[in-house]
């Protein structure tokens, strides 16, 4: 049972670079996140998704752009890179929320630097 | 606004001592209440959560937490600490009021060192 997979785990990009981050999840979750996570800062929602074909901004959605065109994935792009961007990167999915709420499941996170 | 305060930003402790972290929310209805924990260069792990119920809740690897309204608490504890308990620890709440309750608010987090 993979759980949540984020690609890559490391990239090191140049101010200006372009990239895309993945996340999938296996376990058929309708909600899905991203978060940046910066030294004593804790843990920052940047944009998630509630199903398939929708996104909406976080706290920090600025310089980033989702997409969710299938339900299992949840793609993070940054057009632009610039140094503040440098972060680590995790993915969260949870399940459509009943009565009680559901706990996120993290993947293990992808290390960007800008340079 | 939702937000979380995780009180001292590390907190070392000797092997076999009671872990004590902190953790205080604000919220005009009360939240669903978590603690996850992340390991050196891992994703976050659910370590306990309070949704409704029994405010004193068990969690994996023996921790625990009381959730308290009256003084908008959901401190995490150990009895005795180990030394594989040594790791980040991020106390988080959603909004339960309507709408938004799949989101979480984290706390800074709390980094957690234990001593020989």
């Known amino acids: ?18 990239m895309t981050l993945l996340c999938a999840q296996d376990m058929n979750h309708e909600y899905m996140y991203w978060y940046r996570q910066d030294p004593g800062m804790g843990l920052r929602l940047i944009h998630y998704s509630v199903g398939e074909g929708t996104t909406a901004k976080g706290e920090v959605p600025d310089g980033y752009n989702v997409s969710r065109l299938k339900k299992q994935n949840f793609l993070l792009g940054l ?4 140094p503040s961007q440098t972060s680590v990167y995790f993915c969260a999915s ?3 929320l009943g009565t ?16 | 606004a939702q937000s979380v305060t995780q009180l001292g930003s590390h907190v070392s402790v000797s092997e076999g001592a009671l872990v004590l ?10 939240p669903y209440l978590f603690w996850y924990v992340q ?4 994703g976050l792990q659910l370590l306990l959560k309070y949704t409704t119920g029994a405010t004193l809740v068990k969690g994996i690897n023996g921790f625990e ?10 401190h995490l504890t150990k009895p005795s600490a180990h030394m594989s308990d040594a790791a980040e620890y991020f106390c988080a709440v959603t909004d339960n009021s309507g ?5 979480l608010t984290f706390g800074k987090g709390t980094l957690l060192t234990v001593n020989p």
């Open chain 1, 79 to 82: 057009e632009s890179a610039a």
């Open chain 2, 65 to 74: 937490a009381e959730f308290k309204k009256s003084e908008t608490s959901f």
């Open chain 2, 21 to 30: 972290l902190r953790c205080n929310y604000s919220s005009s209805v009360p």
């Open chain 1, 1 to 18: 049972n993979a759980g949540v997979t984020q690609t890559p785990k490391f990239r090191v990009l140049k101010t200006g670079q372009s």
């Open chain 1, 94 to 96: 949870t399940e459509r």
């Open chain 1, 100 to 115: 009680v709420n559901q706990p996120q499941h993290f993947g293990d996170g992808t290390r960007l630097s800008i340079l």
């Open chain 2, 99 to 103: 709408g938004s309750n799949y989101k």
């Open chain 2, 39 to 42: 390991y050196p260069n891992q």
